[in-house]
């Protein structure tokens, strides 16, 4: 059984960053696709950012460049997401969730959920 635990959310001031991690065991990455979304409140769950080892690919839902970077540590069975220039209106729980191939834009097509990171953006 597959299972992803989050951790690196917290208070975080505009305009600064910070680096989610997901932890992923029961599976390897290379047979997952791996992906970042967000839910804020009274909001849908919606995708952010997606690696997909066997596909070779890297998949971002915000056209802003640079405001996602996704990436992982096979060593360590870890795949990152960076949030930059982080705004209130990135304020969210944070999730990352695990589907065997590649990718799929929506959450129902994700099998293994991780318990989600709390951000919040404040000064």
């Known amino acids: 059984q597959v299972q992803l635990v989050e951790s690196g959310g917290g208070l975080v001031q505009p305009g600064k960053s910070v680096t989610l991690s997901c932890a992923v065991s029961g599976g390897t990455l290379e047979r997952y696709a791996i992906g970042w979304f967000r839910q804020a409140p009274g909001q849908e769950r919606e995708e952010v950012a997606l690696i997909s080892h066997n596909e070779k690919r890297i998949v971002y839902a915000n056209s802003e460049k640079d405001k996602f970077l996704i990436s992982s540590d096979d060593s360590k069975n870890t795949v990152y997401l960076q949030i930059n220039r982080l705004q209130p209106e990135d304020t969210a729980v944070y999730y990352c969730?695990?589907?065997?191939?590649?990718?799929?834009?929506?959450?129902?097509?994700?099998?293994?959920w991780g318990q989600g990171a709390q951000v919040t953006v404040s000064s």
């Open positions: 969730a695990a589907r065997l191939g590649g990718w799929a834009p929506v959450p129902e097509e994700f099998d293994h």
